[in-house]
């Protein structure tokens, strides 16, 4: 692997003095900030182990330089001449790059770091050079210092007349060494363990979470590259220690520290897509100039719909044109909150496919904990080394598509039973993971007993995090068409989607309820659901998640006639407090509810809604100050209830408006499929 010199910059470009100093600056200030930044210097740690001595040797130059300015400041000298002014300011720049680097080798990536000692030492070097010319201009004979402190500018000019950079011996070795795995890696040859272990604990990457650290550290630095060669050199790295970590210090623990997810934090709702509200990664506009999640619209499309979801308008044509500009925004912020991110388009995306190295080391991971995984004979160990599979699950689809290929998924059916609760979360959410890979859906379907087991986990899983992840992996699965069809045949998955929205907890329940609303999309599922009490448990929900419920009822309505009509009847009144109260969303989707059960439901359900005191004006507000698909469905209604007062009962069964009606697969449940 030839890594480029200048791979590894600091990551904060070279500051001008204006940035930093008002042109009002006294001298006083002027020296007091050098002591300052000086002394902030002076107090880092030298890098612990790497470029040890020169960065040693740079902050006990600092530590000088902070005693000159103390000197300069006890001397309170009246005024400087503008070649001292203008030395003092260069300073404080330098001092600046100093820190920076400093800083950036110190918590950075080690792996990374040490590829880059050699340009590193460079930098550290051409850093003292510019000290040694500074201080070389500097004017002391015209500043009228006392003799103490002109013999501390000469040493301290003595200690930046360093000739040439200096690099470690050892850290030379040991990169060398580590380009020696990777090339053994890319050529398919096992790297030797005791060289990995003996490098590994000189970096201090001697356990299995300081390596994690060290993967989040080297994905960060993905990002920090501008040029395909060195992020692809990156990514090699990620391999090889991901390799090292499960074979020297075992499989982690389910405890381990992790980043965060989605659902800890609250994201902007620019970024939100308006098909799912979850966090688009792959954000496209379509030829309405709506800007949806790729995998939405696509969803969306592919079930035959030729209008924009928000709009409701006719999409002159279904190209997709990705948002980078977009995408950008939100993977700068989903790395501040540190939170993975993984772009879906491949042109965008360094892949470990285009990565020999990677690719190989991934594999080798992957076959290391599929053969150990194999041969376990305690539950305990199994635990570990499923885990260890989850998370790199969770990792990419190169790493979803070896472990698949590698045949773990019958070894993970091993894993469903109920007898270890952790073993069996484990399990569960790796095939969750494993299923956002698309081939891997059709994997998960056809490998004997894998869907069996998910589903025997949904009904009767032993913690509610197994079940909801087990709703979570059908709600996946749906995402393919013939699989929403299978899946919606099966009562055993109708009856456990609806028990888990009835009774579960709220992260349970939301990932039962995005299932549901997935396979309502198909006309002959929503009978087996309305058999199976979905509609009361939308009752139930109304009071407290009234957005989720009038949502999956409108699905419902629309898609199970009558049958599903007549089960919603004694909702009217309900729908018509979120027409009242609810949110934007709520009430659009209410509204487009009662349409639908008025129009297919009689005069009898007209009747009904027209009880509702002062039912009249709140439709009439909302066709003055809703949405655009509120207005229109408020007018519809509207137009519905003065017909049923007039006695047009016909008019009101068999008539049809030209708006535009949501369809299952415009998911507006708040998220959507996480990663866990």
């Not at 980078?324 to 995306?349: D, H, V, Y």
């Not at 992957?366 to 995984?373: G, M, Y």
């Not at 089960?567 to 509204?591: C, F, Q």
Request: net charge neutral.
């Amino acid at each position: 692997m030839a890594v480029s010199p200048h791979a590894f910059p600091p990551r904060k470009r070279r500051p001008s003095a204006g940035s930093f100093m008002s042109p009002n600056f006294s001298n006083h200030q002027l020296i007091q900030s050098l002591l300052l930044l000086s002394q902030e210097i002076s107090s880092l740690q030298p890098i612990r182990c790497l470029l040890r001595r020169s960065s040693a040797s740079i902050i006990r130059k600092a530590k000088l330089l902070s005693v000159l300015f103390e000197e300069l400041l006890r001397e309170q000298l009246n005024g400087f001449s503008p070649s001292a002014v203008l030395c003092f300011e260069e300073l404080y720049i330098v001092l600046q790059r100093i820190k920076t680097l400093v800083e950036d080798c110190s918590n950075g990536s080690k792996m990374w770091l040490l590829m880059q000692t050699e340009s590193l030492a460079n930098a550290f070097h051409e850093l003292t050079v510019d000290l040694s010319t500074l201080l070389d201009i500097f004017p002391a004979s015209d500043m009228n210092l006392n003799e103490d402190v002109a013999e501390l500018v000469v040493l301290i000019r003595k200690q930046c007349s360093e000739k040439k950079a200096v690099l470690d011996p050892e850290d030379d070795n040991m990169r060398s060494e580590i380009m020696k795995m990777l090339d053994r890696i890319k050529r398919v040859i096992v790297p030797d363990h005791s060289k990995l272990s003996e490098i590994f604990d000189r970096l201090r990457l001697g356990d299995s979470t300081s390596c994690r650290d060290e993967i989040e550290n080297l994905e960060d630095e993905v990002q920090n590259q501008t040029d395909e060669k060195s992020k692809s050199d990156v990514i090699a790295l990620i391999g090889l220690v991901r390799y090292a970590r499960c074979v020297l210090y075992e499989a982690s623990t389910p405890r381990e520290r992790r980043k965060r997810s989605v659902s800890d934090v609250n994201f902007p709702a620019d970024f939100r897509c308006p098909i799912s509200l979850d966090l688009m990664r792959d954000p496209v506009v379509v030829a309405t100039g709506q800007t949806y999640d790729r995998a939405s619209i696509n969803l969306w499309i592919e079930s035959g719909h030729n209008t924009c979801p928000k709009t409701g308008q006719i999409m002159a044509h279904t190209h997709l044109i990705p948002n980078r500009a977009l995408k950008n925004l939100i993977g700068m912020w989903c790395r501040e909150q540190r939170i993975p991110f993984e772009g879906t388009e491949p042109s965008e995306k360094v892949s470990v496919f285009h990565n020999k190295t990677a690719l190989e080391a991934t594999k080798m991971t992957v076959l290391f904990l599929v053969n150990k995984l194999t041969a376990s004979q305690s539950a305990e160990t199994s635990n570990c080394l499923v885990h260890e599979l989850r998370v790199l699950a969770k990792a990419d689809s190169d790493s979803r598509a070896c472990i698949a290929e590698a045949g773990a998924l019958p070894l993970l059916v091993k894993f469903l039973g109920p007898d270890h609760p952790n073993l069996q979360v484990n399990a569960v959410t790796t095939i969750l993971n494993l299923s956002i890979l698309e081939s891997n859906k059709t994997r998960i379907m056809e490998t004997d007993g894998v869907l069996n087991g998910v589903i025997e986990v949904l009904r009767s899983g032993a913690t509610w995090e197994a079940k909801g992840n087990a709703a979570a992996t059908i709600f996946s699965l749906t995402c393919v068409h013939a699989n929403r069809k299978r899946l919606g045949r099966k009562t055993r998955v109708i009856k456990g989607l609806v028990e888990l929205a009835r009774v579960g907890p709220a992260s349970s329940k939301r990932d039962a309820l995005v299932a549901i609303l997935s396979l309502a999309g198909e006309r002959e599922t929503v009978g087996k659901f309305v058999e199976s009490g979905v509609v009361e448990v939308i009752c139930e929900l109304m009071d407290g998640q009234p957005e989720e419920a009038v949502t999956i009822l409108e699905v419902v309505v629309k898609r199970g006639g009558l049958v599903a009509v007549a089960a919603a009847y004694h909702l009217i009144r309900k729908l018509a407090a979120v027409l009242r109260e609810g949110t934007d969303r709520a009430r659009e989707s209410a509204a487009a509810t009662l349409v639908n059960i008025c129009r297919k439901g009689g005069s009898e359900t007209v009747a009904e809604l027209a009880t509702v005191t002062g039912i009249e004006r709140v439709i009439w507000e909302m066709v003055g100050l809703g949405t655009g698909r509120g207005r229109r469905k408020a007018a519809s209604l509207l137009r519905i209830l003065r017909r049923w007062a007039a006695g047009l009962d016909g008019v009101v069964m068999g008539g049809h408006s030209s708006t535009t009606h949501v369809s299952s697969t415009s998911i507006v449940l708040p998220g959507s499929l996480n990663l866990s």
